[in-house]
């Protein structure tokens, strides 16, 4: 099954509450959060008291990203937030199979963090503890920018990691995202979309239906790639 996440980090951040439930009505799967901290990334941008105000507003999965150095202290405050999955970046941990294991005892799925140049042999002794791979197609840090063409063979050999291990877990693909390119991610392996520019910049004005067509533009391509 394919899913879209919208990132939010593109979103009109005054109107929040209504640009998700507007998304999601739109046909969206997850809400993908991005936590970004000014020290692991250059960027700073929102936290757990966030994800508490919007959790109330849908069931939908709320997929946590934590562009942040250190993780360990700040994975209970997002459990607590509703936080259904989080993910972490392994150059930000320094015992990797400890966040892990910490984000389960939460009650939350587990995802590791893939940079451009970050190899797959962090998966080496972890796979099977994971519940999400994210494949980073940028560098991480800001919304809209150009999708980074290796991150298709990492794809295709982190799908190949997935498939042997016989375990159910997301492959999802985050940055540069678009309705001309979706359907080459899908086909290289990814089952879970991140979009933020792609989908909060197609329409600034505040029509309640502006995100229907570039959600029904990313499925159809979808739809061309056999699941
Ligand atoms: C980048 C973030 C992404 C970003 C994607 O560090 O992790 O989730 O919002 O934005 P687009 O889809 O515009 O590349
Ligand atoms: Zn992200």
Do not use: W
């Amino acid at each position: 099954m394919f899913q879209i996440a919208p990132s939010i980090l593109s979103a009109n951040f005054a109107k929040l509450g209504e640009e998700i439930t507007q998304v999601l009505d739109a046909g969206a799967d997850i809400i993908h959060f991005d936590v970004m901290d000014n020290h692991y990334v250059p960027n700073l941008t929102i936290g757990p008291l966030v994800c508490e105000a919007i959790r109330p507003l849908t069931k939908a999965v709320i997929d946590v990203h934590l562009m942040v150095e250190p993780v360990d202290r700040i994975i209970p405050d997002f459990a607590k937030a509703g936080a259904n999955i989080i993910s972490f970046h392994p150059e930000a941990s320094r015992h990797i199979d400890r966040t892990i294991g910490l984000i389960k005892e939460q009650g939350c799925k587990a995802g590791l963090v893939f940079n451009p140049a970050t190899p797959l042999s962090y998966l080496d002794h972890v796979l099977d503890k994971l519940d999400l791979v994210l494949i980073m197609s940028v560098n991480p840090g800001f919304g809209g920018q150009s999708f980074i063409p290796e991150a298709l063979n990492k794809l295709r050999l982190a799908r190949e990691r997935i498939d042997a291990s016989g375990r159910n877990i997301l492959l999802e693909i985050d940055g540069g995202v678009k309705v001309d390119n979706i359907a080459q991610i899908a086909r290289a392996g990814a089952d879970t979309f991140v979009a933020g520019s792609a989908i909060f910049g197609a329409s600034k004005d505040s029509d309640p239906h502006r995100y229907d067509s570039v959600i029904a533009a990313l499925r159809a391509e979808l739809a061309k790639v056999a699941p």
